[in-house]
């Protein structure tokens, strides 16, 4: 059975804190709550002083907001491209370390 597909997004309680960037698109549940996870934390980021909101949401709960269109163009757009593909990495690594 395929896993579901989830968007993973952050927000920043320092520039708009109602605005959430979407930075990956995984398949899997585990897979996006390991990113949310990284997401709130400091992984990632050069200098913390304040920590991100993360979320991850099903395709078909953008698709019922009316977001998914607008999470794919952000995506594709790329202004979070790499912090999502680091996140990504370090979030399947520490799922492969995890045992079944």
């Known amino acids: 059975m395929k896993e579901a ?3 993973v997004q952050f927000s920043s309680p320092v ?7 979407t930075i990956a698109r995984v398949e899997g549940k585990a897979l996006a709550e390991e990113m949310v996870r990284l997401v709130e934390g400091s992984y990632g980021r050069v ?3 304040y920590h991100y909101s993360g979320r991850a949401l099903s ?5 019922k907001a009316k977001a998914l269109q607008h999470a794919d163009w952000e995506l594709g757009v790329g202004h979070h491209r790499d912090y ?3 996140l990504r990495e370090k979030a399947v690594r520490n799922l492969g370390t995890v045992s079944n």
Do not use: N
């Open 5 to 7: 597909t989830y968007y």
């Open 59 to 63: 395709r078909s709960a953008l698709r």
């Open 47 to 49: 200098a913390v002083t």
């Open 84 to 86: 999502g593909d680091t």
């Open 15 to 21: 520039d708009d804190p109602e605005r959430w960037h």
